[in-house]
């Protein structure tokens, strides 16, 4: 019998993750002999969240990695390819706050936590007079925070909420145009091995094609601008039109723009827009 491991990294959030992308494959695939392999990953790096999955996929130790996209490499190594991306959840930011009904409502000087530089210069050029500090630790860790007084609000991905069962502690839902998400929040993809045959036809069958395109054009943008803080939200109509969504956060600006066109060519699509931001850029 074929055997596939399926990997993910620890955390809550990341091994339901893991258990629930292998209990669809084993329905699916009831003849493969699936098993789940969590990764350990050092603390809380949102940034580099992935590495160590692509790491052990890298090296045979697991067949599939089971990543939140927003922490996945825009340029993944040649070897490795994003073969599929589950149906994607909200792709929006959320704030839990402590006492505060929302971002505007926080005092000069108070503390969020953020999970990376990109979002703290998002922070920085829409809500300016707060002061962000980067989280260490697992979400779970960081929101145990705020009552001590460490934090006056979390911002996070709204699905990391909702996954962890936190949705009626949320204080603000963050709408794109006003923070917008990083290129893939929100949404699940399986990375494989790109010679492996076997694996792609396996996670393959949980291939969401909407979710899929705009993760493609959005991540397409964000590599285009890799040394941008760069934010995207690509929306898939039942026709198939993509419409991608950017920002890039330059100091106290935000600059906006959006681009359309066929959900085919979501990846030239990212390109396009982003061709557009480095024209606005060099302007300013």
């Known amino acids: 019998m074929a055997r596939i491991v399926v990997g993910n990294r620890d955390g809550t959030l990341a091994v339901r993750h893991g258990r629930t992308i292998l209990e669809?494959?084993?329905e699916e695939w009831p003849d493969l002999q699936l098993t789940a392999k969590t990764v350990a990953t050092a603390g809380h790096s949102p940034v580099g969240d992935s590495s160590g999955l692509l790491a052990a996929l890298g090296r045979n130790a697991i067949d599939v990695a089971v990543?939140?996209?927003?922490?996945l490499t825009q340029a993944l190594p040649a070897e490795l390819t994003l073969a599929a991306v589950t149906r994607r959840h909200d792709p929006r930011s959320a704030v839990v706050a402590k006492g505060y009904a929302d971002l505007a409502s926080l005092p000069a000087g108070a503390v969020v936590a953020v999970e990376s530089e990109r979002d703290a210069a998002f922070l920085a050029a829409t809500r300016p007079?707060?002061?962000a500090r980067l989280m260490t630790q697992h979400p779970e860790a960081e929101l145990a925070k705020l009552p001590t007084g460490d934090y006056a609000a979390v911002i996070l991905p709204a699905a990391t909420l909702i996954g962890l069962d936190l949705r009626d502690h949320v204080d603000e839902w963050l709408e794109a145009e006003a923070f917008t998400p990083a290129a893939g929040q929100g949404a699940v993809g399986l990375v494989i091995r790109a010679d492996?045959?076997?694996?792609?036809?396996?996670?393959?069958?949980?291939q969401h094609r909407p979710s899929f395109d705009r993760v493609?054009?959005?991540?397409?943008?964000?590599?285009a601008l890799s040394d941008q803080h760069v934010g995207a939200a690509a929306t898939v109509t039942d026709d198939g039109d993509?419409?991608?969504?950017?920002?890039v956060a330059v100091g106290s600006t935000v600059i906006q723009a959006s681009v359309g066109g066929d959900a085919k060519e979501a990846e030239e699509l990212g390109r396009e827009l982003a061709t557009d931001f480095e024209d606005r850029l060099k302007a300013l």
């Open 24 to 26: 669809r494959l084993v």
């Open 67 to 71: 990543v939140h996209l927003a922490t």
């Open 129 to 131: 007079g707060l002061a």
């Open 196 to 206: 492996d045959d076997l694996a792609f036809d396996t996670v393959y069958s949980l």
């Open 216 to 223: 493609k054009a959005e991540r397409a943008f964000a590599l």
């Open 242 to 247: 993509l419409t991608l969504f950017g920002a």
